[in-house]
């Protein structure tokens, strides 16, 4: 993709790769369905997790937590792309959507994310 790499992604040690769904034709029976296509691989990234406040349902206490991504200012992600994060050794892998549009910084970008629940 020839991506240039701002200094504050050296320090990044998370990687992502971003799915979409593409449309695939049958030669044969002309059926069409859709299949997972990875659209861009193993990018530099950071995934940062937010505790929110607690809340109390009934008798039981929950916590909300937000996620975002921080990415290449120069990354687009389709809406609706499947985002693919992963971590450490050993390795753990998280799976995310996008949840709205990006916040576009000088030489980044923040993407709040949601788990990725299918596609639409």
Not at 27 to 52: G, H, I, N, W, Y
Request: aromatic share 8%; charged share 20%; glycine share 6%.
């Amino acid at each position: 993709m020839g991506l240039t790499a701002h200094p504050m992604e050296l320090l990044w040690k998370d990687r992502c790769s971003i799915y979409q769904q593409q449309k695939v034709t049958n030669p044969d029976t002309k059926l069409t369905k859709f299949v997972e296509v990875e659209r861009l691989a193993d990018l530099p990234c950071k995934l940062s997790f937010e505790s929110l406040n607690a809340t109390m349902e009934g008798d039981v206490a929950t916590i909300s937590q937000r996620v975002k991504l921080f990415l290449s200012v120069q990354v687009v992600i389709p809406a609706g792309s499947k985002i693919v994060v992963n971590r450490g050794n050993p390795q753990r892998t998280f799976v995310y959507a996008q949840s709205g549009e990006a916040g576009i910084f000088t030489h980044h970008q923040e993407i709040q994310l949601i788990p990725f629940r299918g596609y639409a």
